[in-house]
């Protein structure tokens, strides 16, 4: 399986995306402590800086392990200076599925950075991993982020309980997706 050192930063036109490292403690924490993350990805609960660096140390874990992961997501300014706006990748869901996942300040959510960020996401996927397909699962109430997902061409499969939580599951076959984002 790929190792951690052949990790790529990913960028398109207004984005900079560089893998998770140990030093993004104090930027993740600040992210899962944003009101809208709270609302519609931890269900209502911020997490406790412990509970934070508990999903730092399984991002890094899973860079390690699988090849893959979230990158941190950066906002290229006018002035060229980044804006740090969220994080977003590819997590190991279970023993059949990787899933594909997004996650923003509230300050840059409606500005597409979701869908421009995992479009490359995909294709590194695809293109560098023996990945076959991708899942996408999503909150009922989260109308947002299940627009995108299938913008990017994923298709609604019904709904699906992951420990203990409700979601919509969708999928992205390696055959189905887009030649070129």
């Known amino acids: ?5 052949n990790a790529v930063n990913l960028e ?8 998770v490292t140990a030093r993004d403690s104090d930027a993740l924490y600040r992210l899962h402590c944003d009101p809208l993350v709270v609302e519609l990805i931890l269900q209502g609960k911020q997490l406790s800086r412990d509970e934070s660096d508990a999903r730092l140390a399984l991002y890094l874990d899973e860079w390690r392990r699988y090849g893959y992961g979230f990158w941190m997501l950066y906002l290229r300014q006018p002035n060229g200076d980044l804006t ?21 300040f ?29 899942v996408s699962v999503i909150r009922p109430e ?40």
């Open 84 to 104: 740090f706006v969220g994080r977003a990748g590819l997590r190991h869901y279970d023993e059949q599925d990787v899933e594909i996942g997004c996650c923003l």
């Open 1 to 5: 399986m790929a190792k951690r050192e």
């Open 106 to 134: 509230g300050f840059s959510s409606g500005k597409k950075i979701a869908l421009e960020s995992l479009r490359p996401v995909i294709a590194y996927a695809f293109e560098c991993l023996p990945i076959t397909r991708l």
């Open 12 to 19: 398109t036109e207004r984005l900079f995306m560089r893998p």
């Open 142 to 181: 989260n109308i947002r982020s299940q627009k995108m997902t299938t913008t990017l061409g994923f298709s609604y499969l019904g709904m699906t309980e992951h420990r203990g939580t409700t979601f919509r599951r969708y999928e992205m076959k390696r055959s189905d997706a887009p030649l070129a984002f």
